[in-house]
């Protein structure tokens, strides 16, 4: 598992923790899935005003929201030139995050793994638009979140 990650905000985030918990979230949507580890993902963590202009320059919706996916499903290869699967970039709103996580009464943490979850499973194609489609992603987001020992 390769991770890229970059904090665009103006907060001190503890980026070697978000690293730990966002891998292992990954990790464990890639074991559920039977795909490879042997992958590739970026993560940004951004402010409002970022996440508002991106949902609504790629997805003509002009409010903010919690987080963004931009899968790439290609292949590429590591540092070793190993085959490696390029999943794409997770885009995380941290002050929305910090919201939901209030609303719902859980951890910062745990907000964050659920969204990395969300969007990795995005990035391999999974949608909630149909409602058989979002009951089978929900299946799958409470299937990581139980294995990962953060399921609320």
């Known amino acids: ?6 904090n665009d905000t103006n907060e001190d985030l503890d980026l070697d923790l978000i690293r730990k918990k966002a891998e292992k979230t990954i990790t464990e949507v890639l074991r559920v899935e039977n795909i490879s580890e042997n992958a590739e993902v970026s993560l940004s963590i951004v402010d409002r005003q970022t996440i508002h202009k991106l949902n609504k320059d790629y997805r003509n ?3 903010e929201t919690d987080v963004l996916s931009f899968p790439l499903d290609e292949e590429g290869f590591d540092m ?4 490696l699967i390029l999943l794409g970039d997770i885009v995380i709103c941290l002050d929305v995050a910090e919201g ?3 609303d719902f009464g859980h951890s910062l943490e745990r ?3 659920y969204l990395i979850c969300h969007s990795t499973l995005h990035l391999l194609g999974y949608d909630h638009i149909e409602e058989d489609d979002k009951k089978v992603m929900r299946s799958k987001e409470k299937e990581v979140m139980k294995n990962l020992g953060v399921f609320k």
């Open 1 to 6: 598992m390769n991770l890229l990650i970059a």
């Open 61 to 63: 919706v002009d409010r």
């Open 80 to 83: 070793e030139g190993n085959p």
């Open 100 to 102: 939901q996580a209030a």
């Open 111 to 113: 907000e964050i793994m």
